[in-house]
Nanobody
Framework: VQLQASGGGLVPAGGSLRLSCAAS????????LGWFRQAPGKEREFVAS????????YYADSVKGRFTVSRDNAKNMLYLQMNSLKPEDTAVYYC????????????WGQGTLVTVSS
């Protein structure tokens, strides 16, 4: 599975961005999908995930109420709508796929940089 993330950029605090992740190589309709991020000087951390069915969705406490994760199995796509962005959301965002998506993804995409200015 190859994952390609896009949609990052520079946005002022309070603004919004929508990240997309395109999967190729095979369908990911039976995989959990998720987003992780790594801020400068910090370890990579879990952001959000969605089960293959879309029924089970999890968020890190730091993004609850501001971020929304979704998927389109027909298009092999994953999305992350980010609202009310804060400077501390600045990071490289990675999409991932796998069975144990929140703890140990099997596949990783390259990152897309999100910079939130204060």
């Amino acid at each position: 599975v190859q994952l390609q993330a896009s949609g990052g950029g520079l946005v002022p605090a309070g603004g919004s961005l929508r990240l997309s992740c395109a999967a190729s190589g095979r369908t990911v309709s039976r995989d959990g999908l998720g987003w992780f991020r790594q801020a400068p000087g910090k370890e990579r951390e879990f952001v959000a995930s969605v089960s293959w069915s879309g029924l089970f969705i999890y968020y890190a406490d730091s993004v609850k109420g501001r971020f929304t994760v979704s998927r389109d199995n027909a298009k092999n796509m994953l999305y992350l709508q980010m609202n009310s962005l804060k400077p501390e959301d600045t990071a490289v965002y990675y999409c991932a796929a796998g069975e144990n998506i929140t703890t140990s993804p099997d596949y990783w995409g390259q990152g897309t940089l999100v910079t939130v200015s204060s």
